[in-house]
């Protein structure tokens, strides 16, 4: 994800009516764009890497008390 802020799009209002705005945004965002978001916040928090591997398996063994 390339694409850079656009500045002159900030807005300042209450928190309910920037919550309500948060909503609709995503209400009509279509999947694509959803899927290009999570990744790229994936990309942010834990690296390159989590978005071109596989996901690791981790298998657990409890003992049965």
Known sequence: M???MDRQQISVGKP???DREE???WARS???EKLRTITYL???FYGPEATTGRLQRIHTVLKQA
């Open 2 to 4: 390339d694409e850079r």
């Open 23 to 25: 909503r609709e945004h």
């Open 30 to 32: 279509t999947v694509e």
């Open 42 to 44: 994936r990309e942010c």
């Open 16 to 18: 309910e009516d920037l």
